[in-house]
């Protein structure tokens, strides 16, 4: 069964600064869909950014980008000129990519990310 | 425009009563779900409807029953309400083929 592990609980920045957060899986299939979600206080489930194994490109959205290290299975989000706003909870997900039964999605127990001004 | 919406946003309620919770999308996805989010923030499947029929059930207690009317709305009805059913419900929908799933603002059911 695939399984994702995120082993940072919590993590802070400062404003402006640059933050990694980490996250690793395990799966024996070579197709794959990951994903990071982002939940503020305000609990709504906020899709950050998602990636294709298949892409050998990393996926970035504005001043988020990813790390995908297929081989090593492992799938880091940077936060560049970190602000107020991205203090949330961050979830690394995974999915597999065909429907029916395993279009569920997989989520790591989730990293805390504090920012300070 | 709300993508995903959920009623209610809170539910507080006795043991042993019985509760629905409602899930509507306007994103004409073909695709529903229910996530559980215990006290530890732990986020897991539930069940997922595709066209109406369900596609999964994961090892959820019977009293937990979840209904779909149509392919924008997905209900969730617990009977038997229990302490240990205290958590944050989500609601999501996807489109089939595609993978990214959306949520609903979460539901957040306390049990006395």
């Known amino acids: 069964a695939q399984t994702v592990t995120q082993s940072q609980p919590e993590m802070s920045v400062q404003e402006a600064e640059t933050v990694t957060l980490s996250c690793t899986y395990d799966?024996?299939?070579?197709?794959?869909?990951l994903f990071w979600y982002k939940q503020p206080p305000s609990r709504q489930m906020i899709l950050v950014i998602r990636?294709?194994?298949?892409?050998?490109q990393n996926a970035t959205e504005n001043r988020f980008s990813v790390n995908f290290q297929k081989a090593a299975k492992s799938f880091s989000l940077k936060i560049s000129d970190s602000q107020l706003g991205d203090a949330a909870m961050y979830f690394c997900?995974?999915?597999?990519?065909?429907?029916?039964?395993?279009?569920?999605?997989?989520f790591g127990t989730g990293t805390l990310l504090a920012v300070q001004p | 425009d709300t993508a995903v919406s959920q009623t209610p946003k809170y539910l507080v309620t006795q043991m042993g009563n019985d509760k629905s919770i409602k899930c509507e999308q306007n994103?004409?996805?073909?695709?529903m779900y229910w996530y559980k989010q215990d006290s530890k923030k732990f986020l897991k499947i539930m069940f997922s409807?595709?066209?109406?029929?369900?596609?999964i059930n994961e090892t959820v207690p019977n009293r937990f029953s979840p209904k779909s009317p149509d392919k924008a709305h997905l209900n969730l009805h617990i009977n038997s309400l229990e302490l240990g059913d205290s958590a944050v419900y989500f609601c999501?929908?996807?489109?089939?083929?595609?993978?990214?799933?959306?949520f609903g603002p979460g539901t957040r059911l306390t049990v006395l």
């Open positions: 997900a995974y999915r597999r990519p065909y429907g029916g039964a395993t279009n569920k999605l997989i």
């Open positions: 990636q294709e194994a298949y892409k050998q």
């Open positions: 994103l004409g996805h073909d695709t």
């Open positions: 409807y595709n066209n109406k029929e369900l596609i």
């Open positions: 799966t024996s299939e070579s197709d794959y869909y």
């Open positions: 999501a929908s996807s489109q089939f083929i595609t993978d990214t799933q959306y």
